[in-house]
């Protein structure tokens, strides 16, 4: 167990190394930072003086090595729009988009859940096909069309829900809450929306799979000719044993609701990392394009390392084979 834990530690310690090479890379191969921070007036002088003082003379290795021990520290230089320090404005702008998160993933729980198994159990419903339908639809059409859609209708159409921004927010230290005002809940619905769709028919899709196969395992026919109630065998014996791929999916799928909210938040200009980021590229803005890029990382490599360990955990057979499974996803 000790030595599969320290094992994957030294992977992960690995893929963010090379993580950290993207983002060095981005620092000294894309563009110059330089002329994205002077005006076209500033002198020669200046900008060297200015090179020198950031460190841009120095040899590759030196600079990586630098970058490497400053995103250690959560330091990753000033932003070249903003004219900030990198970590303070990916703080500021971090609630927005957990928050947002935190909104889809419970949207594509409660929603996705009760669909897979309705699917499951009257398969041959115009319900269910309607539910079949709408996960297909949801798993074809883009995220960003599917926002752009919500926002003709619901804000434009009909006007119910407002089209762009978060709304209100409440200060709580450091933390912005749009949960604690009428017209922050009413600003996350249509993106919240946008960004669970595509997870909910994943997990509508994954409990009718599962929740089918297991209702044809010998122990809930044998549940059946007990004469237990079907009410008791479908969501007492089946749904009980459905549900553990789907919290472990789940959880897999938390980094990637985070890492792709960046389209979700650039159509509803929703004032998150992801439009922060996507308005770093518009401006070759590399510090925050980087830190952006080591933060997901992180991120993704955390959940997989937990994932994994608790696999282990749960099943001591993997203990034995000396591997686990890992995964991850993403759209």
């Given at each position: 167990m000790a030595t599969f834990i320290?094992?994957?530690?030294?992977?992960?310690?690995?893929?963010?190394?090379v993580v950290a090479l993207v983002g060095f890379?981005?620092?000294?191969?894309?563009?110059?930072?330089?002329?994205?921070?002077?005006?076209?007036?500033?002198?020669?002088?200046?900008?060297?003086?200015l090179r020198e003082d950031l460190g841009l003379n120095?040899?590759?290795?030196?600079?990586?090595?630098?970058?490497?021990g400053n995103a250690v520290q959560g330091d990753f230089g000033l932003s070249y729009r903003h004219g900030r320090p990198v970590a303070d404005l990916l703080v500021e702008r971090a609630p927005a988009t957990l928050e947002l998160s935190f909104a889809a993933g419970v949207f594509a729980l409660l929603v996705g859940v009760p669909m897979g198994i309705h699917t499951a159990l009257w398969r041959q419903s115009w319900l269910a096909k309607a539910f079949l339908t709408i996960s297909l639809i949801g798993i074809s059409l883009p995220t960003f069309l599917?926002?752009?859609?919500?926002?003709?209708?619901f804000a434009v159409w009909l006007g119910w829900m407002p089209s762009f921004g978060r709304g209100e927010v409440v200060q709580i230290g450091w933390w912005s809450t749009g949960f604690l005002t009428a017209s922050g809940l009413k600003a996350m619905v249509l993106p919240a929306i946008t960004l669970g769709l595509f997870q909910m028919t994943l997990i509508m899709r994954l409990v009718r799979a599962e929740m089918l196969e297991v209702l044809r395992t010998?122990?809930?026919?044998?549940?059946?000719?007990?004469?237990?109630?079907?009410?008791?065998v479908n969501f007492g014996h089946a749904l009980k044993n459905t549900l553990v791929p789907v919290i472990t999916i789940t959880g897999l799928q938390l980094g990637s609701v985070i890492a792709f909210a960046i389209i979700t938040e650039t159509v509803f200009q929703w004032p998150g990392m992801g439009l922060l980021f996507m308005q770093a590229i518009e401006?070759?803005?590399?510090?925050?394009?980087?830190?952006?890029?080591?933060?997901?990382?992180?991120?993704?490599?955390?959940?997989n390392l937990v994932v994994d360990i608790l696999y282990v955990i749960v099943d001591p057979r993997l203990r034995i084979g000396g591997g686990a499974v890992g995964g991850g996803g993403g759209r």
């Open positions: 320290v094992r994957r530690l030294l992977q992960s310690v690995l893929v963010m190394v890379a981005l620092f000294a191969y894309v563009g110059d930072p330089i002329n994205n921070m002077v005006g076209q007036d500033t002198s020669f002088e200046d900008r060297e003086r120095d040899p590759a290795p030196v600079q990586f090595l630098r970058f490497v599917i926002g752009i859609l919500l926002i003709l209708v010998d122990y809930i026919k044998f549940a059946r000719a007990r004469g237990l109630s079907a009410r008791a401006f070759v803005d590399i510090p925050v394009m980087a830190a952006y890029l080591v933060l997901v990382a992180a991120l993704f490599v955390m959940i």
